[in-house]
């Protein structure tokens, strides 16, 4: 069975299946339009116009929920070093506030120590890594960075957890 062209009377098969050349509907173009539309509104709702990104309103959740006044423990401290989350705000917090004395991998610096060498590794429980950023050893120069506040703190010290593990596994590498 052949289709006859509305326009010109014409059949056409497209292998031996009748086509059938007809404009679509006006509600076609309506439908089109408004589907439009409405991504360009969602897009600059909620890809533009909301600050922070997802990452970053992410990691402010995080720090409120860590600014909870509960005890700092060793338990925590490792669990945040397990969360991918709270080490890249750690390490991005310690680019900012740290990096500067003690070098960008820990590795020390003019001022600060290394924070990768086997004393300060041995000899430095998580909490006491956490209390000597929040405290400070102005004894040795160090201010305290307690004004980051305790989220940021915890980060900070698991982001350093990592970077004693990597040098462990290195050490046992070799």
Not at 120 to 131: A, F, H, N, Q
Not at 147 to 166: D, F, K, Q, V
Request: glycine fraction near 14%; aromatic fraction near 8%; include cysteine.
């Amino acid at each position: 069975m052949t289709v006859p062209d509305r326009r010109d009377g014409n059949t056409t098969k497209l292998g031996g299946i009748p086509v059938v050349d007809r404009p679509l509907g006006a509600g076609f173009g309506w439908l089109l339009g408004a589907g439009l539309a409405a991504a360009l509104v969602f897009w600059l709702w909620y890809g533009i116009a909301t600050p922070p990104g997802s990452v970053e309103r992410y990691f402010a959740e995080r720090a409120a929920a860590l600014d909870d006044g509960a005890m700092v423990s060793e338990e925590m401290l490792r669990e945040l070093a397990g969360d991918r989350f709270a080490v890249q705000s750690g390490e991005e917090a310690y680019e900012r506030s740290c990096e500067s004395c003690h070098g960008p991998a820990g590795e020390g610096g003019d001022v600060g120590p290394n924070l990768r060498s086997t004393e300060w590794i041995t000899e430095s429980s998580p909490v006491e890594i956490y209390t000597t950023i929040v405290e400070g050893r102005n004894e040795d120069g160090m201010p305290p960075w307690g004004s980051l506040g305790p989220a940021t703190c915890m980060n900070i010290t698991a982001y350093l957890l990592t970077i004693r593990e990597e040098r462990d596994e290195g050490e046992a590498s070799r």
